[in-house]
């Protein structure tokens, strides 16, 4: 996992030090030591100094080079870092017992970290999760510690000791840290299904399905989207294009997650078939059943008579969805809203199958009239909500109408 917050990863070795000093048999019966992220010269009081001064990046874990000039896709991109800690005892004092003390810690310390190179979401110090102390439990992070073999006349350096004497230190590496990138606020479209099919010459074959939604926006606009594949109301047009949609008999398939068989759609939805294109009006039936809001597969199988028998010709299927119509909205007052339009209800749609929210907030299924922030199914054909009362008064919402997990096309309400 990656992350921003470098201080998780000083706070999981301060805790697992500090936890694993305090079970030495060397320094029991004394308390657990303080460890601090503080340079060792600004330590308050005697303990341990464990000091995050340097970070450099991974070179095996670079970014490769954005696609083109000026692209921002290397922001999306975990970017992977080396911190380089440095561990140094503090005496309470600079007399010899206090000197002794502070260097057994530093023993004790080093020892704590040669035993536990690397910590993850398992490490835990007599029963306590590390990573759990700060937070990053389940994270699935790991962070190996290494420690930097650092010559005694270059450690000099790290200090600039001039006439002060020289701090006992030691020095190490973490990695691998991953640098949180910018989240993806936008995706390429649902994959619904994948396929492999071989279409003999002759037959059937489906390339894509759309359908057109035409909704008002506020302030009276008219607009109209494309969905593809295919999110159609009932009522609106499910249009199919590809190849050899033509024969004596051309039938529209259609099949749902509990079909045995695929359903044909019956006159009610108005097939009209040429050889590249076929459309088809949803409606509520098909094949004599109830047809439910969902996703479906669509399919179109054609018939020629050969040697005196009909033979018929299936295509590949192509997914769609189905969703309920909103024909009407009427305003009651109040914040009382009348939806028309369905399929809402059914004996074989589940209450919790029915989803209402406005804006943000999802409406409660009311079992009567509905209050503040509820809805109730009135019918079928008909839903009534009564907006929540913390929404601003004078904005237009989006409601949004779910069955099945098919969602309604865009509706728009003035809150009162």
Same mark, same amino acid.
């Given at each position: 996992?990656?992350?921003?917050?470098?201080?998780?990863?000083?706070?999981?070795?301060?805790?697992?030090?500090?936890?694993?000093?305090?079970?030495?048999?060397?320094?029991?019966?004394?308390?657990?030591?303080?460890?601090?992220?503080?340079?060792?010269?600004?330590?308050?009081?005697?303990?341990?100094?464990?000091?995050?001064?340097?970070?450099?990046?991974?070179?095996?874990?670079?970014?490769?080079?954005?696609?083109?000039?000026?692209?921002?896709?290397?922001?999306?991109?975990?970017?992977?870092?080396?911190?380089?800690?440095?561990?140094?005892?503090?005496?309470?004092?600079?007399? =010899?017992?206090?000197?002794?003390?502070? /260097?057994?810690?530093?023993?004790?310390?080093?020892?704590?970290?040669?035993?536990?190179?690397?910590?993850?979401?398992?490490? =835990?110090?007599?029963?306590?999760?590390?990573?759990?102390?700060?937070?990053?439990?389940?994270?699935? !992070?790991?962070?190996?510690?290494?420690?930097?073999?650092?010559?005694?006349?270059?450690?000099?350096?790290?200090?600039?000791?001039?006439?002060?004497?020289?701090?006992?230190?030691?020095?190490?590496?973490?990695?691998?840290?991953?640098?949180?990138?910018?989240?993806?606020?936008?995706?390429?479209?649902?994959?619904?299904?994948?396929?492999?099919?071989?279409?003999?010459?002759?037959?059937?074959?489906?390339?894509?399905?759309?359908? /057109?939604?035409?909704?008002?926006?506020?302030?009276?606009?008219?607009?109209?989207?494309?969905?593809?594949?295919?999110?159609?109301?009932?009522?609106?047009?499910?249009?199919?294009?590809?190849? !050899?949609?033509?024969?004596?008999?051309?039938?529209?398939? *259609?099949?749902?997650?509990?079909?045995?068989?695929?359903?044909?759609?019956?006159?009610?939805?108005?097939?009209?078939?040429?050889?590249?294109?076929?459309?088809?009006?949803?409606?509520?039936?098909?094949?004599? /059943?109830?047809?439910?809001?969902?996703?479906?597969?669509?399919?179109?199988?054609?018939?020629?008579?050969?040697?005196?028998?009909?033979?018929?010709?299936?295509? !590949?299927?192509?997914?769609?969805?189905?969703?309920?119509?909103?024909?009407?909205?009427?305003?009651?007052?109040?914040? *009382?809203?009348?939806?028309?339009?369905?399929?809402?209800?059914?004996?074989?749609? =589940?209450?919790?199958?029915?989803?209402?929210?406005?804006?943000?907030?999802?409406?409660?299924?009311?079992?009567?009239?509905?209050?503040?922030?509820?809805?109730?199914?009135?019918?079928?054909?008909?839903?009534?909500?009564? *907006?929540?009362?913390?929404?601003?008064?004078?904005?237009?919402?989006?409601?949004?109408?779910?069955?099945?997990?098919?969602?309604?096309?865009?509706?728009?309400?003035?809150?009162?």
């Amino acid at each position: 996992m990656s992350l921003l917050d470098l201080s998780l990863v000083t706070r999981s070795f301060t805790e697992l030090v500090a936890r694993t000093v305090e079970l030495s048999p060397a320094w029991q019966p004394r308390a657990r030591p303080t460890v601090s992220p503080l340079p060792p010269d600004q330590m308050p009081a005697a303990g341990l100094s464990f000091y995050l001064y340097h970070v450099t990046e991974v070179p095996q874990h670079k970014n490769p080079a954005p696609a083109a000039v000026g692209s921002d896709a290397i922001r999306y991109t975990p970017m992977a870092i080396e911190l380089h800690f440095q561990m140094s005892p503090v005496a309470a004092g600079l007399t =010899a017992p206090e000197m002794h003390e502070a /260097q057994l810690l530093f023993g004790c310390a080093l020892k704590a970290l040669h035993d536990a190179p690397e910590i993850n979401d398992d490490t =835990a110090v007599n029963g306590t999760n590390v990573f759990d102390l700060v937070g990053l439990g389940g994270a699935d !992070n790991r962070f190996r510690l290494q420690k930097v073999p650092v010559m005694p006349n270059d450690a000099v350096s790290y200090w600039t000791a001039g006439s002060s004497s020289m701090r006992l230190s030691a020095y190490y590496s973490a990695a691998v840290v991953y640098l949180d990138p910018d989240a993806i606020a936008a995706r390429s479209g649902r994959v619904l299904t994948y396929s492999v099919s071989a279409f003999p010459s002759g037959s059937p074959f489906i390339s894509s399905s759309e359908a /057109q939604s035409t909704f008002v926006l506020p302030g009276g606009q008219s607009q109209t989207i494309t969905t593809s594949p295919a999110v159609v109301p009932f009522g609106g047009e499910l249009v199919l294009t590809g190849a !050899n949609f033509s024969g004596e008999r051309v039938d529209l398939l *259609l099949r749902g997650n509990g079909d045995e068989a695929p359903r044909i759609a019956d006159l009610g939805w108005a097939v009209v078939a040429q050889p590249t294109r076929l459309t088809a009006r949803i409606s509520r039936t098909i094949d004599g /059943q109830v047809l439910l809001p969902g996703v479906y597969t669509a399919s179109v199988r054609t018939g020629r008579t050969l040697s005196g028998r009909m033979i018929f010709s299936r295509s !590949n299927a192509t997914p769609i969805q189905i969703t309920p119509a909103v024909d009407l909205v009427g305003d009651l007052g109040g914040g *009382l809203f009348r939806i028309d339009g369905g399929l809402f209800a059914d004996p074989a749609i =589940a209450p919790d199958d029915v989803e209402v929210y406005a804006a943000a907030e999802q409406l409660t299924l009311a079992g009567g009239a509905p209050a503040a922030g509820e809805f109730e199914v009135v019918s079928a054909d008909r839903i009534e909500l009564r *907006l929540p009362a913390s929404l601003p008064s004078g904005v237009d919402i989006p409601l949004r109408i779910l069955v099945n997990a098919a969602e309604t096309p865009p509706v728009f309400v003035r809150v009162p």
